[in-house]
């Protein structure tokens, strides 16, 4: 069966996708609409490009001027609120102001009147919502999709190879990971789990055939100042990066779900293991002292570092 | 700056849609909600999965009160319905299904309405009871979803012993206004053949056809996030053998019944309907009111209204829904229709039909079903079981009836339903 396998990068992150079709012509109509879809929201919400409707947004804050939403972007918003509500106010997308203050290659800590000025800017409570209208109550606030964005683009897809009746793939959008169907004989996908501490290292091996693998960890932007890690999930309530855990992994039905599951757990800090727990997902942790836990750990293994064999 | 005050809470509380759900279902239901976003904002698209559905529906009438009739079988009809349907998608834009219904009828229908011969309210004749009938139907349905719009069209056989019908339409719908906005609308036609049981004996026909032709428009209108209106005209012309080849109508000039006449009705019909809805939901016991109206008029001078509630309450995340149901109809009667007459009418039209004549009636009943997701398989399960029960008396009726028709009938409807999606 003709297999298309294609490594790119899209949303800032190393991508990778592998389909397997009826023909090399409907793969090369996938491939297009895919890069098509990533092109599509890449530009309608990166916070780098000026005709962004997220830049929009952020040049209006303080304003008063109302940015009106189409139904996308208000049914992200709307995401963003159940994120917002579900995690206590720890998931929150007006919090990348903090990374300001933040120099991950500097080696040196932010300057603490500078973090308290930019903690002010951080509240999704305060922003404004009006009908189909938002707006952003103060200068200098912002908010982007950054927290989900990749997920939500990984869920696209795979509805975009659906549609063009592609059952059998796995789309990669930076780790997190979008299974369109197993292999055409059926078999699962064996999808890798970075070891946090050693990040070009598998420590689990999950294979799945359905639903969505996402993972968060403290490995991606980091800086160590005398012997404590300083990464770049940041607290939007102090503004300081998290402690606690070094990485979760989630598997869900839609890769949105995976995603917001373990950035809420990273959040959660030492009460991360127990979130999840209660969540009811299947997950995996690593704290920062090696210790792991969850339902996709093997409940007894023989040896310590054996990986997980199944998953749902 | 000009200060703008805003009910943030509102408007959160509808885009987080309250905590008493679980974490998960939260988080789940807000993506399902963000990816069935289309950007390409087609309408609603071709179902995604073969389905297959069975249901089985008994329907029962009470038997008929012996001080009620004066000849023939009190046990009145009984019909089971066995109904498969599967439908699946064609291409990524159109979807097609396939319905077969079997039903097996049996039991007496009411045959003629006399005088009672003790001076008292008029009774009714029943006929024997009847072997058990078969009907089979079957048709065929299909769709095409544009952008902001949907095509479909339908053909349909169905049979009995004694008659046939053909039936084929064309249906429609167009999106608008950022899909605030539905226009939809339909014409059918059918075209059925009777051939009587011991017809050409006893003035009962051979053989004879009727024709008719359905036109329909409708406009259903999201109000705000929470209400819809609809609304919806439709229009029916009947031709061709309109009445009923087993009833007889009693001619009773004294109290007694001389003659009996066959049924014999106009040979052209034409009804209108106007049929208005409202949904409302109520989002913070996750339930929704639907309020029905519904005005009918025909040429037969035959006028009815019907007025029905029905309330559909969510259980643990929509797995479970209980709709209980509550319907009042009234009627008046067709202009040439009597219980019996003193002498024939001039027009030679006769009929002594209880659905012809003036009554009321009141329904109520429950629908509960149960959805399972991802169940035997990864397929997506829906059970449901469905009660009603029908009262109908002449007292019932908005204008009070001169005399009661003895054949009204009151009846249980039991419905049960299983689908399967795979």
């Known amino acids: ?312 | 700056m000009k200060i703008v005050r805003v009910n943030n809470r509102k408007a959160r509380r509808r885009a987080g849609r309250g905590r008493r759900r679980t974490i998960l279902a939260s988080l789940s239901s807000a993506a399902l909600a963000l990816l069935g976003t289309t950007t390409d904002s087609r309408a609603d698209g071709p179902v995604e999965k073969i389905e297959a559905a069975y249901a089985f529906s008994f329907y029962s009438e009470d038997s008929i009160k012996e001080s009620n009739t004066s000849l023939g079988d009190t046990s009145r009809y009984e019909i089971e319905t066995q109904q498969v349907t599967v439908a699946g998608p064609l291409t990524d834009r159109s979807d097609v299904a396939f319905d077969f219904i079997y039903e097996s009828m049996s039991g007496a229908t009411p045959w003629f309405v006399e005088p009672d011969p003790s001076g008292g309210q008029p009774v009714q004749a029943m006929s024997g009871a009847t072997v058990t009938e078969k009907r089979y139907d079957g048709a065929l349905r299909g769709n095409y979803y544009f952008d902001n719009a949907r095509a479909g069209a339908h053909f349909g056989v169905s049979g009995e012993n004694d008659y046939l019908a053909i039936y084929s339409g064309v249906n429609g719908e167009y999106h608008l206004n950022e899909k605030n906005t539905t226009l939809s609308g339909g014409l059918s036609f059918s075209i059925d053949e009777i051939k009587p049981t011991e017809g050409g004996t006893d003035g009962r026909i051979k053989s004879d056809e009727k024709q008719s032709v359905s036109l329909n428009g409708g406009f259903s209108q999201i109000l705000d996030r929470s209400t819809t209106l609809q609304t919806s005209i439709s229009y029916k012309h009947s031709t061709g053998f309109l009445s009923d080849p087993y009833k007889k109508a009693c001619i009773a000039p004294n109290a007694t019944c001389t003659d009996l006449l066959v049924d014999n009705r106009p040979d052209t019909r034409n009804q209108v309907a106007w049929l208005t809805q409202v949904r409302k939901h109520f989002e913070f016991i996750d339930a929704s009111l639907h309020a029905n109206y519904r005005f009918h008029y025909d040429d037969w001078k035959l006028t009815s209204h019907t007025f029905e509630v029905e309330w559909f309450q969510n259980f643990f995340d929509d797995l479970v829904q209980v709709v209980p149901t509550l319907r009042y109809y009234s009627q008046s009667q067709a202009y040439f229709y009597e219980p019996f007459y003193l002498s024939e009418r001039s027009d030679g039209l006769a009929s002594s039909d209880y659905r012809l004549s003036p009554y009321g009636s009141f329904s109520f009943g429950a629908k509960v079903q149960m959805r399972m997701e991802d169940w035997l398989g990864s397929s997506d399960w829906r059970l449901a079981i469905n009660y009603e029960r029908h009262l109908a008396d002449a007292d019932f009726a908005l204008s009070k009836a001169k005399v009661k028709n003895p054949g009204l009938v009151n009846f249980h409807f039991v419905y049960v339903t299983a689908d399967i999606k795979f």
Not at chain 1, 14 to 19: G, I, K, R
Not at chain 1, 75 to 89: K, M, P, R
Not at chain 1, 173 to 191: A, R
């Open chain 1, 1 to 312: 069966m003709p297999k298309l396998h294609t490594r790119l990068t899209a949303l800032g992150s190393p991508c990778e996708f592998q389909l397997y079709g009826a023909s090399k012509d409907q793969l090369d109509e996938v491939a297009a609409a895919c890069a098509s879809e990533l092109g599509r929201i890449e530009t309608k919400y990166s916070r780098y490009l000026d005709d962004s409707i997220v830049t929009r947004i952020n040049q209006s804050a303080g304003t008063g001027t109302f940015t009106r939403l189409d139904d996308e972007t208000k049914n992200l918003f709307a995401y963003a609120q159940t994120a917002f509500d579900q995690s206590d106010g720890l998931f929150d997308i007006t919090s990348g102001v903090l990374r300001r203050a933040w120099d991950f290659k500097s080696g040196r800590l932010p300057n603490t009147d500078e973090l308290r000025d930019l903690c002010k800017l951080v509240g999704w409570k305060r922003v404004e919502m009006r009908g189909e209208e938002i707006h952003l109550p103060r200068p200098g606030m912002e908010i982007d999709f950054g927290g989900f964005g990749k997920e939500y683009a990984a869920d696209r897809l795979a509805g975009v190879c659906h549609q063009h009746g592609i059952t059998s793939g796995l789309i990669d959008l930076g780790g997190d990971v979008c299974i369109v169907g197993p292999h055409p004989d059926g078999s699962p996908w064996l999808v890798g789990i970075r070891d946090p501490r050693d990040p070009e290292r598998a420590m689990a091996s999950l294979p799945l055939s359905r639903g969505s693998l996402a993972t968060s960890g403290d490995y991606e932007r980091f800086m160590e100042i005398d012997g404590k890690r300083y990464c770049h999930l940041l607290d939007p309530r102090t503004g300081w990066p998290i402690t606690g855990m070094a990485a979760v992994s989630v598997v869900a039905d839609q890769c949105l779900v995976a995603g917001t599951a373990t950035t809420i757990a990273m959040l959660k800090g030492h009460s991360g293991a127990h979130w999840l727990e209660k969540l009811g997902l299947p997950y995996l942790w690593v704290d920062g002292n090696r210790r792991t836990g969850g339902s996709l750990w093997p409940k007894r293994t023989p040896r310590n570092e054996a990986p997980a064999t199944q998953a749902s």
